[in-house]
């Protein structure tokens, strides 16, 4: 197993990240078995002043894809145009369990999320946004 890319992430939140995305990578839309999906951060340097939402500087990839990213390198252009692609119930589901996320470390720039996220769901309770089945 690698060691995660995105410090303070508990191996359950990552198994819901990969359930968020149903098992699809994010960059080649195959299906693949949990243990063969990894998280990707999207470079920080770049990306961190424009977003606080931490769903969007992640990617759920595949291990190959993720190698791709890597050492081509995939630009984090494209890395946001996948983010901006998702669906509004994936975006949703990837924002809530980020969201909720015991916080080991605080980065100086996420000292507001937490409250936020409270705020947000006492308007809107997790799973108002689904439809059946
Ligand atoms: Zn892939
Ligand atoms: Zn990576």
Known sequence: MQVSEYP???????????????????LC??????QFLEIHQ?????????VRDPA???????QLCHQ?????PVRVKDQRAIVSRRS???????????GYAPKPY??????DMSQMYEEYFYHFPPGSFRLGG
Do not use: W
Request: hydrophobic share 40%.
């Open 42 to 50: 999207i470079s920080r340097r770049l990306y961190r002043e424009m």
């Open 68 to 72: 791709h990213i890597h050492r081509l």
């Open 29 to 34: 839309h195959e299906y693949f078995a949990f």
């Open 56 to 62: 969007a500087r992640i990617l759920v990839v595949c």
């Open 106 to 111: 605080s980065p100086p720039d996420d000292t």
């Open 88 to 98: 509004f119930f994936v975006r949703q589901d990837l924002r809530r369990i980020l």
């Open 8 to 26: 303070g992430l508990t191996p359950v939140q990552e198994k819901n990240l990969k359930r968020a995305v149903e098992g699809n990578c994010e």
